[in-house]
């Protein structure tokens, strides 16, 4: 069954004290929203340059914490009683680099197999970065096409395929099943 949520980010400008926080979580909840995507770096003391570069990226959890220290990771988001850590698009990431992609697509199937070991889905999120053309296709379709479904699946945000003149029902078609998220953009 299907959950609605919200991101955590979407949130920040308006849970800035306890009561704030509160009556717009109550406001959530009539409004038909039942989860909270978690942002690690809205729940973790950061560095404000790391804030404000992940703000800025809108960052889920980073790919360099879960290839470090993946346990961390793990523990965290069974605390929180989440089956699913969200990378998003990477910080001054080169997209059109196919060595650099390659690279990415081994991070996602070795940190998504590894993750998978503890019962948790890694899941990756997708901006309009991602649809830079390396040897005719897309960075976006050489990370479907190389990932393992078994151990890296889709946050999939229609917005940024759509900025980027994707034809975005199609593209969600081909990803069927492997959508276990669906981000709604409020542009």
Sequence with gaps: ?????????????????????????????EAGYHGIELCSYMIKHMSLTIRAIT??????????????????????AKSYGTKYIVITGMHHFDYSDKEAVDGLIADLNACGKRLKADGIELLYHNHNCEFR???????????????DP?????EFDSYWPTEAGV???????RLGSRIKLYHINDR
């Excluded at 609605?4 to 717009?24: C, D, H, P």
């Excluded at 053309?133 to 990932?147: F, L, P, S, V």
């Excluded at 034809?167 to 078609?173: G, H």
Aim: aromatic share 6%; net charge negative; proline share 1%.
């Design 1 to 29: 069954m299907a959950i609605k949520a919200i991101q955590q980010f979407q949130l920040r400008t308006v849970i800035g004290t306890e009561a704030k926080a509160k009556e717009t979580l109550r406001l959530m909840e």
């Design 55 to 76: 703000r800025l990226a809108g960052m889920h959890q980073d790919l360099g914490t879960l290839k470090r220290v993946p346990e961390e990771a793990i523990a965290e």
């Design 133 to 147: 053309k390396i040897d005719g296709q897309t960075a976006y379709d050489r990370i479907i096409e190389n990932t």
């Design 150 to 154: 078994e151990y890296v699946n889709f």
């Design 167 to 173: 034809n975005t029902v199609e593209l969600m078609r």
